[in-house]
């Protein structure tokens, strides 16, 4: 019986744990039924390797933007900078940009000064923000509020671990919600709960690969095969079976990363 689609709409291909592995990878996940991988940026600096993955690989598409650990390091990205690498056929989406204050890498201010170009770099081109939040909950929800009021933008809350209060706001102002497998974790109720009340056309699934990977693989290296589990616990989630989680989370992604073509036909 063919597995039903599935895409993974975070993961990071770029990183050494890969090197080589491309191929057997991609192999691996097709099995597992996921067709599509946007592989995601974190330093601008870096965007090349991204798009020679993109161009090695037709089911490889890519974002453009600096991660909140690497605000410091590139502070002086411009807005025309990310709306022009933006440009390439394969560059999807603009970050991962926001807000980390677990790790706290980068001045808080600095990390709030690049994520409202991001948000104004996805504004302009139209294309959807992957957002990082980590222990930022209150300043990230002021900030998504004002930026929104200067006119929308599309955007998603990547690998939700935060809390209910963010999720409601995401929503409200028009977000996505994406599940990695930190879903699947022992002791994740509290986001299965948010997860459980997330509206059905606003999540999408992902794997943040090679981070955070699901049980029955959890402590080891995460891959994109693997968001086939999240999609399962996601699945008993919401009370439905895989295959319309499957058609739902891919619906929603087409309906967000808009220029990438549904190879899924009617």
Same mark, same amino acid.
């Given at each position: 019986? @063919?597995?039903?689609?599935?895409?993974?709409?975070?993961?990071h291909?770029?990183?050494?744990?890969?090197?080589?592995?491309?191929?057997?990878?991609? %192999?691996?996940?097709?099995?597992?039924?996921?067709?599509?991988?946007?592989?995601?940026?974190?330093?601008?600096?870096?965007?090349?390797?991204?798009? #020679?993955?993109?161009?090695?690989?037709?089911?490889?598409?890519?974002?453009?933007?600096?991660?909140?650990?690497?605000?410091?390091?590139?502070?002086? %990205?411009?807005v025309?900078?990310?709306?022009?690498?933006? #440009?390439? =056929?394969?560059?999807?989406?603009?970050?991962?940009?926001?807000?980390?204050?677990?790790?706290?890498?980068?001045?808080?201010?600095?990390?709030?000064?690049?994520?409202?170009?991001?948000? =104004?770099? +996805?504004?302009?081109? !139209?294309?959807?923000?992957?957002?990082?939040?980590? &222990? *930022?909950?209150? &300043?990230?929800?002021?900030?998504?509020?004002?930026?929104?009021?200067?006119?929308?933008f599309?955007?998603?809350?990547?690998?939700?671990?935060?809390?209910?209060?963010?999720?409601?706001a !995401?929503? +409200?102002?028009?977000?996505?919600?994406?599940?990695?497998?930190?879903?699947?974790? @022992?002791?994740?109720?509290?986001?299965?709960?948010?997860? *459980?009340?997330?509206?059905?056309?606003?999540?999408?699934?992902?794997?943040?690969?090679p981070?955070?990977?699901?049980?029955?693989?959890? !402590?080891?290296?995460?891959?994109? +095969?693997?968001?086939?589990?999240?999609?399962?616990?996601?699945?008993k989630?919401?009370g439905?079976?895989?295959?319309?989680?499957? #058609? #739902?989370?891919?619906?929603?992604?087409?309906?967000?990363?808009? @220029?990438?073509?549904?190879?899924? !036909?009617?």
């Amino acid at each position: 019986m @063919k597995k039903p689609f599935l895409v993974d709409s975070h993961c990071h291909l770029d990183v050494p744990d890969f090197e080589g592995e491309h191929v057997e990878l991609l %192999t691996r996940a097709k099995a597992e039924g996921v067709g599509l991988f946007v592989t995601i940026s974190t330093h601008v600096a870096r965007i090349e390797r991204l798009k #020679q993955l993109t161009r090695a690989h037709a089911e490889i598409f890519a974002s453009v933007g600096t991660h909140p650990h690497n605000a410091a390091a590139e502070p002086d %990205t411009s807005v025309a900078e990310l709306v022009r690498l933006s #440009q390439d =056929e394969k560059i999807v989406a603009i970050g991962e940009a926001g807000l980390d204050y677990f790790y706290d890498k980068a001045p808080r201010e600095i990390q709030e000064t690049v994520f409202r170009r991001h948000i =104004e770099a +996805a504004r302009e081109t !139209g294309l959807p923000l992957v957002i990082h939040s980590r &222990d *930022a909950d209150a &300043d990230m929800i002021r900030i998504l509020e004002d930026e929104s009021g200067k006119g929308a933008f599309p955007f998603i809350l990547h690998c939700f671990s935060s809390g209910r209060r963010l999720a409601e706001a !995401g929503l +409200a102002l028009g977000g996505y919600v994406s599940f990695s497998g930190i879903l699947a974790f @022992k002791k994740s109720e509290e986001i299965r709960a948010i997860a *459980a009340d997330v509206p059905m056309n606003r999540l999408l699934v992902e794997t943040d690969a090679p981070y955070l990977a699901p049980p029955p693989y959890r !402590g080891k290296r995460n891959e994109p +095969a693997y968001v086939r589990h999240t999609a399962a616990v996601l699945a008993k989630t919401k009370g439905v079976d895989l295959g319309e989680i499957a #058609q #739902q989370t891919s619906d929603n992604f087409f309906a967000l990363f808009k @220029k990438i073509p549904d190879p899924r !036909g009617d």
